[in-house]
């Protein structure tokens, strides 16, 4: 028999990011409250339908690109101004997890410097950092003033799986100079280990050991004040993608 597309059901594939940065020492996820249904006012991740002219790294990269002004470069080269290292996390396909149709979602995980104020595009009515720990809260997330409501969609469970991905990345990979600029102190480096970790981190100990694995970081030959005291040597990540031995994290 002939191909008939309308014997089968509606389908969609949409991608939900997992945005990533340190602010004011938190480790902080992009929200968005959804400006139309379903879940109209609840807050959730950003993200969007896969357009037809789209694979699914395109449409991550647009939907980032829309939501913060940020483009996505190549984790395999040294970090651009304004860019973000962006990776696929995981594909999300429960038959109920929208009330709209069948809809997988391919989630991605984007993590960037200290980032400024979100602009809220799309369908986002809203958009803010919020502290991980306070959106994963067990009663779920509000604004001051507001009453508790879990987070959109299956997005709580999205955005718990991106938090782990990023802790347990950051034990063996160089993922956590993702989040510094260009330029870096292993002071400043450390600060967003102590950040994803929800850690204090011993800093003679931290400093040997990202040091000691040969072009894990490189010395820029500068230095810095800008935290204060006496000069610190300033670093950019190497090309050795992988800390050996690995930084393994403390138990909390």
Not at 129 to 143: D, F, I, N, Q, S
């Amino acid at each position: 028999m002939p191909y008939d597309p309308s014997a089968f059901p509606p389908f969609a594939v949409t991608v939900d990011l997992v945005v990533l940065t340190v602010r004011r020492h938190a480790l902080c996820a992009l929200a968005v409250r959804r400006g139309e249904p379903p879940f109209q006012g609840s807050w959730a991740l950003p993200g969007g339908f896969v357009r037809a002219d789209e694979d699914l790294s395109q449409a991550a990269a647009r939907e980032l690109a829309e939501e913060t002004g940020l483009r996505a470069h190549d984790p395999s080269v040294p970090a651009q101004d304004n860019g973000a290292h962006l990776e696929q996390l995981a594909t999300y396909g429960d038959p109920k997890r929208d009330p709209r149709m069948r809809v997988v979602s391919v989630a991605h995980l984007a993590l960037a410097p200290d980032l400024p104020a979100p602009r809220a595009g799309g369908d986002a009515s809203n958009a803010r950092w919020v502290p991980v720990e306070e959106l994963l809260h067990r009663g779920g997330y509000a604004r001051e003033g507001e009453p508790r409501a879990p987070l959109a969609f299956d997005h709580a469970q999205i955005l718990a799986d991106g938090v782990e991905r990023a802790r347990s990345k950051i034990e063996y990979s160089s993922l956590a100079t993702a989040f510094c600029p260009p330029e870096f102190t292993v002071g400043e480096l450390r600060r967003v280990y102590e950040a994803v970790w929800g850690v204090a981190l011993d800093p003679r100990n931290f400093h040997r050991k990202v040091t000691g694995t040969p072009g894990f970081l490189v010395p820029t030959g500068g230095t810095t004040t800008r935290q204060g005291g006496r000069p610190a040597q300033l670093f950019r990540a190497g090309g050795a993608p992988l800390l050996n031995p690995p930084m393994l994290r403390p138990e909390v």
